[in-house]
Structure formats: C-alpha cells, structure tokens
C-alpha cells in the first residue's frame, strides 16, 4: 500500500517556500495614472475656468481645478491664490478633498515663502490625517526653518517611519541632531545622506563638524579639507581645519588652511576675523613679526576691541621697531644668552668681567653670575633676565634675594620687559638690588650693537 504521507509532506512544503518567496518579492510601484497635462490640455482647462470665474470669481470647480493645473506645473503662486479661495470653501467638501486643499494650499505657501501661513495650513491638513508623509515632513522642514529643533524631529521621526529612504527627511533630521549636538544620531544620518548625494556641502560640513565634536579629528580634517575651495563652506572649512592643525601644534599646516580660507572672495566677517586673528598667531610664534601686525591692524580697522588684537599690535609694533627687544623676549635660548651677557657687560664700564655660571629657568628668566674686576673694586654680581611684559611680583625678588645669599654675591640686578609691582619694589629699598623695568631695559637694548648678535 502507497504512503501518501511520503507525497503529500513534499508537495506542502514546496506550496510554503513558494508562499514565503512571494510574500518576500518587494512589490513593483505603483505607475502613476495622472496623464502629463499637455499645451492642449492646459490651454483647454484655463479656458474652462476663466469662463466659470468670470461669472462667479469663487466657483469651487473651476478653482480646483486651476489650483491642481498649478501646482502640478510647480506655478505655486498662482497655485496659492486659487488654494487661498478654496480654503475657506471647505465646509461642505469630504474628507479627503479637505485634506488635499489644506496639503498643496500649504505647500504653496511654503514655496512662496509664506512660513507662518504654510505652518497654519498643514497643521490643518495634519488635525485630519496625522499619518500623511507630506504633512510631517513639511512641518518639520518649517520646524527645522525656524529653529525648532526638538520639534522639527517630532514630525520628521513620522515621516521616517512612513518613507524610510526618502533623502530629505534623513537630510533634515541629520541637521536637526547636528544643531541640537547629537552628535551619533547626526554622523548616521548624514553618513546616508551623503551616500545618496555625495555633492551636499552642507550636509558634508555638518558631518565633519560632529566628527569634530565627537574627538574624530582626523576624519574631521579630511571632510574639512575637501571643502575648502567651496565658494560657499570653504572659509569655515579652512578655518576649522587649522584648528585641528593648532590642536595637533602642527603650526605650519594650520597657516596654509587660514591662508587658503583668506582666499576667498566673500568670507563671513566673523570668519575672516578669526582667520587673520589665528594666522597672525603663528606669524608670531614664527617671529614674522611685520606679516602679523599687518593682519592685526587689518582686524583693529574694522573691528578694534576684537580679542587682544590692540595689546598683541602695541606689544610687537615695539619689536619690529627694537629688534633686540624681540630677541630678548621671543629669540631662541642662544641669542637670549648672548643678549643678557651684552646687557651684564654694559652694566659695568671699564671692567673685567668673568661669567662664573649661567642658567635659563624653564624660558621664563636667566641667571648670570659674573665676577666682576674694576680699578676700584671687585665682586660677584648676580644678574636675572625676566622674559616677560607684564607686571613681575616681589616673590620673584624675594627669591632673587635669597639666591644672592647663597651664591655670597655683593650685588644683583634684576632686569624685565614688563613692570614690578610696588610691594617689589619696597622689597628692595633697602637691599643692594637694583631692579630695571621696560623703558631703561628698551634704551639699553637699543645701544646693543646688531653686529652683536
């Protein structure tokens, strides 16, 4: 006898996989059945209507169908006027019709530039149909529009769920987690975008920014670096990118990113600001002391209580005019030796000086101790150099002081770029240290012989 189950048990299982294949098969969309309206056609529905709005300028059918021939043509002003009609028609209209004024009534607004009134209008399309695509996504863009972040998410988070690969929801909501600082949410979101549109600027800054944000500096830099000759994000790209270059201390590399973001025929006053303001920070450190003054004054001409642009002008205009002003306060360990040694020897005419030891403490000050011969006397002499231009405390002296005991010397001098402060000064009325402050150090360095250095 046949067992049937041995046949029956096969064929069910195939009928299964068929059944689970086909549930699996992605449906094929949907073709539009609205026909292109063509010359003819439009020409012969324009002539409709006008005859119907001659006779009644509020005729409900000749106004739909003016307002569907616009804005299907993408004319939203005119789409507008016929929608703004048939707004206030509404009462005796189904459900759907309602819903379809309210819709392209507040698209229209919204591609007119009529924000607040598009906002109005789809929120009245939403109170009917909370789970349309189109209404949540424009209330979030205007959301997004008027900075409403939070908000702007509510809505677009629907529309996700109701198109999840449309591009510019995910643009939207990529921008909104990125001005709310949400960093992960934002890098998921853009990171799609971008894959979709790799030319979205806007979208590529924003994702570098979070990199950025988010301690992945170097991923920061290339998307960054990749924007700087953009018209439009090239001057904050630059900027950002020497930043990222300041960061690393890679100082050479942060100024070819400013110079790049100066460029720029139409820079952002902010932007061009910061720019010349960090590019003359490292002509600075790089002693190209006349390159930086002139961006500074650049900065003081337009904006001149900007940082400490007047202080950082003041403080190395007196350089560029002193040069030995400049070694002493920013010239390499070698040539601030050579120039306090100059400035001990001048301290003393006519004498036979001897360097016994010398020591520079952490680039802030140097130590000489010199044996110092004349025809008259002879002692030891401490000498200190302070490289600074602000105000120097008596701890300072005090411990000048306390190093003049130990090394047994008769005499110090202590010399600075900056100011004592009174209690310093008081600190050695009645000690055998004389303390030289900016003006007599400037004059004294001004009699130094360049070919010294």
């Not at 098969?25 to 439009?42: A, L």
């Not at 930086?292 to 005019?321: C, G, M, N, R, W």
């Not at 310093?424 to 009325?429: N, Q, W, Y």
Request: aromatic residues 10%.
């Amino acid at each position: 006898m046949i067992n049937y189950m041995y046949v029956i048990i096969p064929i069910v299982v195939f009928v299964i996989l068929v059944i689970i294949a086909l549930s699996m098969r992605k449906p094929k969309e949907k073709k539009s059945t609205k026909k292109k309206i063509t010359k003819k056609d439009k020409s012969a529905i324009l002539k409709k209507t006008t005859k119907k709005l001659s006779k009644n300028p509020k005729d409900p059918h000749a106004l739909k169908d003016l307002g569907e021939l616009y804005f299907e043509e993408g004319d939203y002003e005119k789409a507008m006027r016929a929608y703004s009609v048939l707004s206030d028609q509404v009462s005796n209209r189904s459900h759907g019709e309602k819903f379809d004024i309210y819709l392209k009534y507040g698209i229209s607004l919204l591609k007119t530039g009529h924000r607040d009134e598009a906002f109005m209008a789809l929120l009245d399309a939403y109170e009917l149909e909370k789970d349309s695509f189109e209404v949540n996504f424009n209330l979030g863009y205007i959301e997004y529009l008027n900075g409403n972040y939070v908000k702007a998410l509510s809505y677009l988070r629907i529309a996700k769920t109701l198109n999840a690969s449309h591009s510019n929801t995910l643009r939207i909501m990529g921008l909104c987690y990125y001005k709310e600082q949400k960093t992960a949410d934002a890098i998921s979101h853009l990171k799609r975008v971008i894959e979709m549109n790799p030319d979205d600027r806007e979208c590529l800054f924003a994702l570098a920014q979070c990199y950025n944000l988010n301690g992945q500096k170097d991923m920061a830099l290339k998307l960054f670096s990749q924007l700087r000759a953009d018209s439009n994000w090239g001057p904050l790209a630059a900027l950002n990118s020497g930043k990222i270059c300041l960061h690393y201390n890679q100082y050479n590399n942060a100024a070819g990113h400013f110079e790049i973001g100066l460029k720029h025929n139409k820079i952002p006053a902010a932007t061009k600001f910061e720019l010349k303001y960090y590019l003359a920070n490292i002509y600075i450190k790089e002693q190209n002391l006349t390159r930086a003054i002139t961006l500074l004054k650049e900065i003081a001409e337009i904006k001149p209580d900007y940082k400490d642009t007047k202080q950082l002008i003041a403080k190395y205009s007196d350089l560029v005019a002193n040069n030995n002003l400049r070694i002493f306060l920013m010239g390499g360990n070698s040539e601030f030796a050579n120039i306090c040694r100059k400035l001990a020897s001048n301290s003393f005419k006519n004498a036979h000086m001897k360097v016994i030891d010398m020591n520079i403490v952490k680039n802030l000050y140097l130590d000489i101790i010199i044996e110092v011969n004349t025809r008259k006397w002879e002692d030891i002499v401490l000498f200190r150099f302070i490289r600074n231009t602000g105000q120097v405390s008596d701890l300072l002296v005090r411990e000048l002081h306390a190093k003049l005991k130990e090394e047994k010397a008769g005499r110090a001098f202590c010399f600075t770029a900056g100011f004592f402060t009174e209690e310093a000064k008081r600190f050695v009325e009645a000690r055998l240290i004389d303390l030289v402050e900016r003006d007599k150090l400037e004059k004294m360095l001004k009699s130094i012989e360049p070919e010294f250095l």
